[in-house]
Each structure stands twice: as C-alpha cells, then as structure tokens.
C-alpha cells in the first residue's frame, strides 16, 4: 500500500506534461499507485505535480535518477512531496534520508563572476552510512 512517504513532488514541467506522461517515464523504478499533474479547479496542469509509489525505495530510487533530468524538453526537480527546494535554507538539501550542509565562500573575480568553493558536510539518518576522514 502506498503511503506519503513514497510521494514525490515534480517541479519545473511543461505546462503540456499530463498524467500519461509520468505513467511514462516513472515505472521503470517501481510500482506507481499515483499520478497527480492538473490543478483540481481548473483541470490544467500548472507545472508541478506528484508520483506516489507503492514502495519507499522505489520513489528515492526514482527521485535520486530523474531530479535534473529532462521530461517534455524541460529540467525537472524532484523531491520528497511535503519538501521543496524553495523551503530549504541555503546550502541545505535532503536526499534520500541523507542531510548535505555545504558551505559555500566566494571571491569576486570580476565584475560580474565569482569562484566559488563548496565544502560539503554530511549528516544522515541511517548510522551505517557515515564517512570517514
């Protein structure tokens, strides 16, 4: 049975991305329970949507391959539904129960760039993933 924790959230997708779509692209990672692309008012997708799979690994599996990829000519951000990238602080993203805190320092190299060097930092939920140094 499929439950929110196997709800992925979509963003970035054309206006012209439906249900059928997803059905598409996302069974190759699991068994799909759910597919939500059009507003409930309007029947008109507006760019976002949901993918719920039956099982949890199924949909980090899922989230972990097609985040960045392209759907109906257009980069999508998939994310745990209930998340977004808008709510994160700075430097701040979840994946797949693992916490990834960067700090980020910048030097101005011109008037319009700047160097930029990111040094990671992780945490996770799971005690046997840990990293050493």
Same mark, same amino acid.
């Given at each position: $049975?499929? /439950?929110?924790?196997?709800?992925? +959230? $979509?963003?970035?997708? +054309?206006?012209?991305?439906?249900?059928?779509?997803?059905?598409?692209? @996302? !069974?190759?990672?699991? =068994?799909?329970?759910?597919?939500?692309?059009?507003?409930?008012?309007?029947?008109? +997708?507006? *760019?976002?949507?949901?993918?719920? @799979?039956?099982?949890?690994?199924?949909?980090?599996?899922? $989230?972990?391959? $097609?985040?960045?990829?392209?759907?109906?000519?257009?980069?999508?951000?998939?994310? !745990?539904?209930?998340?977004?990238?808008?709510?994160?602080?700075?430097?701040?993203? &979840?994946?797949? *129960?693992?916490?990834?805190? %960067?700090?980020?320092? *910048?030097? =101005?190299?011109?008037?319009?760039?700047? %160097?930029?060097?990111? &040094? !990671?930092?992780?945490?996770?939920?799971?005690? +046997?993933? /840990?990293?050493? /140094?």
């Amino acid at each position: $049975m499929a /439950s929110e924790e196997g709800k992925l +959230s $979509m963003g970035g997708l +054309s206006f012209d991305t439906n249900e059928q779509s997803l059905e598409q692209v @996302f !069974p190759k990672y699991g =068994q799909i329970s759910k597919v939500v692309v059009k507003d409930r008012e309007t029947q008109r +997708s507006r *760019g976002f949507g949901f993918v719920t @799979f039956e099982n949890i690994d199924d949909a980090k599996d899922a $989230m972990v391959a $097609m985040s960045g990829k392209s759907v109906g000519g257009r980069q999508i951000r998939v994310d !745990p539904a209930g998340t977004s990238s808008d709510n994160r602080a700075p430097g701040d993203y &979840t994946a797949v *129960g693992v916490r990834l805190v %960067a700090t980020v320092t *910048g030097a =101005q190299v011109g008037p319009t760039e700047t %160097a930029v060097t990111v &040094t !990671p930092h992780t945490t996770s939920k799971n005690p +046997s993933c /840990s990293r050493s /140094s």
